[in-house]
Structures are given as C-alpha cells and as structure tokens.
C-alpha cells in the first residue's frame, strides 16, 4: 500500500525537519554578513544552503557548522561568477577601505585575507569551538589556532583605541 | 569551550551585526532548478569532453601528409652527384648565423605564403675552392630546418631532415642558388655533404649513403670530385 507524505514528513525520514533547518538560518546569513556579503547575497546564499540541507539524504553531523561552510562557498561562488561577467568593472573597483570618520569591525574584517575571516566568523559568530571550526573547515585545529591568534592581532592593531569599546 | 574568545571583540560582533537588516524567511523547499543546474553542469561537461574528442580527431583528419622522411637522392655515385648539383664547393662552417623564411605566395612571390613557411637555418661559409661554379669567398648556406603547413584551424609543423653542419668543420657541399636570393646557396639533394677530417664521409639521413658513398681519404675524394667536374 502506498501513503502520500508531505514536505516535511520526507525531510524527517531524510534527516532534517524544515523547522531545524530554519532555527540556524538567521546565524548562518549573520556570518556570511559578517564575511562581507551584500544582504541580497547572503539572503541567496542561506537558501541555498539551505535547500541543500533538505535534499541532504543522510544525517549531517553539524548542522550549523554545515550551513555556514556551504553558504560561504556558494556566496564566494557566486560573487566569482558576477566577477566574470562583469570583468572591467571588477577590475577598476576600488577596494572599499573602513570609513574615515568611523573604524568599524566589520569593515577592519572585510581587509582580512579570507581565511582568516572564516575562522573568526566561525568562533565568534557562529560559535564554534576551535575543534568543529577546523571539522567544518577542513584543517588542523593548529591552524584555527594560529589563524586566529594572528586575525586577532591585525584587528586589534587596525581598531585601535576603539578596540576597547 | 570557547573560553580563548576576547569578550570585547565578541560584543564589538554583536553590536554591529545587530544593525544588519533581519533575515528575511523565504519559504524552504527543494527547488527544481538544482536538478537542471546539476544536469547543466554534467551537459557542460559532457559537450566539452565532445568538443575535445571532436577536435582530437579532426586534427588527425585533417593533418597533412609530411615529407619529412622522404630522401631525394640526386645520384649513386660522385660523377653523377657532380652532373647534377649547380654547385660544388670546398671549405669550412665559419658560423651559425640568423633564420630566413624560404617560401613564397605561389601566387605572388614577393610574398610569403600565407598557408605554408618554411624556415632555413643560415650558416657562413668560408670557400677555399670551388670545384664547379664560380663562387668564392664566403658565402651564405641556408639550410632547411623546419616547415610549417596550415590546415585550417591547425598549423602542423615538421622537422627537416637536413643534418646541420658542424661549425669549424671542412666540407665539400653540392649546392644550388636559392630561387629567392641569388646570394644566397641551399643544399641540394642527397647526398650534399661531405665531411673532410682525416677522411671524406658523407653526412646523410639517406640509409644507403655509406653504402654508395664509403669513407675515402679526403686527397684521393677531392681528386675524384675534380675528375668528375673535368669529364664532359
């Protein structure tokens, strides 16, 4: 006998409820702000993740962690390919530097190589522990450690007085 | 867990993400594009493995049939190989010099041929005499290197089988003027060098050269050149 199962029936047979899904979003689009993206680009990148996370046949073992790292690629993806289609303009921008009349962190932020940036938006607004941020991100918890010792330094070097407020 | 977190720095966070526009819900569900973009990416892929393939085999197809490997030979022994160069000369490589294009527009030969060239290797020739000819001093040997032949959209390029000379070495050389540039020689047909050392060797990629043309003392070799060259 065959039964006709709704949306999220499936999803909880797969390994996510749509609701479960939907808790981490608003963290996860938070970080990929954090990482620089405009808000309609973090919006689309979310979705997209997760989308992914509902077709996801088995059980992700970090859920959040998960969808911040698959949202990042699919924001730098995209961000790759308006760069392609758009190469002159690319080439002539300038790099938006932090305000003149105010120092904020999240423009000091986006100066950082990407690297270092994922890490810390990892810890900081994700919340991760070094150990899942190197899991997510697929390197040495040595690497998070230092990555983020040195991200740290520059910020706080670039913040200045205003790092203490 | 997170004990290693500046406090400061996570407030500064959330103070500032705090002023980022709220995520807008979109209502989630599994979007029929991702299996057309999934299927794009595999038809992109397999449209430019067949692009690959294709063109692979249309260069085969379509590659030109070389010479290269063919030997004309003028002659099977010295009398012979004397009857048919223009001309014969004694002497030695002073120098490698420049490269030159030899082909021509079979239509207009002021011009180069837009669909073949090929490219000769100049070397300086210092004559000490000539056997048949009137050439002397030192003149120029430009020999054939490599030929490029265009076969839409390719260009196929083939090596010469012209031996280079050895600078400082003594030769005997059976030559012909270049049809472009008169102040100019190039080699004739096979066998068109000799190597004069302690003996005359031939020099040729012609596998039966030795054969015809064994090793002689240079004295008895240059004689036998000067005869031929004298006899009608």
């Known amino acids: 006998m065959w039964y006709a199962l709704d949306r999220d029936t499936v999803s909880m047979i797969r390994g996510?409820?749509?609701?479960?899904?939907e808790v981490e979003l608003p963290r996860v689009y938070r970080a990929l702000i954090a990482l620089g993206a405009r808000v309609d680009e973090a919006e689309d990148a979310t979705q997209d993740a997760a989308e992914r996370a509902l077709g996801s046949k088995s059980r992700i073992k970090r859920l959040d962690a998960w969808l911040y790292v698959v949202a990042s690629r699919r924001w730098r993806q995209s961000r790759l390919r308006a760069r392609l289609f758009?190469?002159?303009?690319?080439?002539?921008?300038?790099?938006?530097?932090?305000?003149?009349?105010?120092?904020?962190?999240?423009?000091?932020?986006?100066?950082?190589?990407?690297?270092?940036?994922?890490?810390?938006?990892?810890?900081?607004v994700m919340g991760l522990s070094q150990r899942e941020t190197a899991d997510a991100l697929g390197i040495a918890q040595g690497t998070v450690s230092a990555t983020q010792a040195q991200a740290t330094k520059k910020l706080r070097e670039r913040l200045g007085d205003t790092y203490e407020r | 867990m997170n004990d290693d977190l500046d406090p400061r720095l996570t407030a500064r966070f959330e103070r500032e993400l705090a002023a980022?526009?709220?995520?807008?819900?979109?209502?989630?569900?599994?979007?029929?594009?991702?299996?057309?973009?999934?299927?794009?990416?595999?038809?992109?892929?397999?449209?430019?493995?067949?692009?690959?393939i294709a063109g692979t085999v249309a260069r085969e197809v379509l590659a030109p049939r070389s010479s290269a490997g063919t030997i004309?030979?003028?002659?099977?022994?010295?009398?012979?190989?004397?009857?048919?160069?223009?001309?014969?000369?004694?002497?030695?490589?002073l120098s490698k010099g420049g490269t030159r294009v030899t082909s021509r527009d079979p239509n207009d030969l002021s011009r180069e041929d837009p669909n073949y060239v090929g490219i000769a290797q100049d070397y300086a020739f210092a004559v000490e005499s000539s056997?048949?000819?009137?050439?002397?001093?030192?003149?120029?040997?430009?020999?054939?290197?490599?030929?490029?032949?265009?076969?839409?959209?390719?260009?196929?390029?083939?090596?010469s089988d012209n031996i280079p000379p050895r600078v400082g070495s003594r030769y005997a050389l059976f030559l012909r003027r270049f049809a472009f540039d008169a102040s100019v020689y190039v080699l004739d047909f096979e066998p068109s060098q000799f190597e004069l050392g302690t003996m005359a060797v031939v020099r040729s990629r012609w596998l039966?050269?030795?054969?015809?043309?064994?090793?002689?003392?240079v004295a008895d070799f240059l004689k036998a050149l000067r005869d031929a060259a004298a006899s009608p």
């Open chain 1, 86 to 124: 758009r190469p002159l303009e690319w080439a002539h921008a300038a790099v938006p530097g932090p305000g003149t009349d105010r120092v904020t962190l999240l423009g000091e932020l986006a100066r950082l190589p990407i690297r270092q940036r994922e890490v810390l938006v990892a810890r900081y």
């Open chain 2, 208 to 217: 039966d050269a030795k054969t015809y043309f064994p090793d002689r003392p």
């Open chain 2, 72 to 93: 004309a030979v003028a002659g099977r022994d010295l009398p012979e190989l004397v009857r048919m160069s223009e001309v014969i000369v004694v002497g030695t490589v």
């Open chain 2, 131 to 159: 056997i048949k000819g009137d050439v002397s001093g030192t003149i120029t040997v430009s020999i054939s290197s490599v030929s490029r032949v265009k076969r839409e959209p390719f260009w196929y390029e083939f090596k």
């Open chain 1, 16 to 21: 996510y409820a749509t609701a479960e899904i």
């Open chain 2, 20 to 52: 980022v526009p709220a995520y807008r819900v979109a209502a989630l569900d599994i979007r029929p594009r991702s299996r057309w973009r999934r299927f794009a990416v595999f038809g992109t892929a397999a449209v430019v493995a067949l692009v690959l």
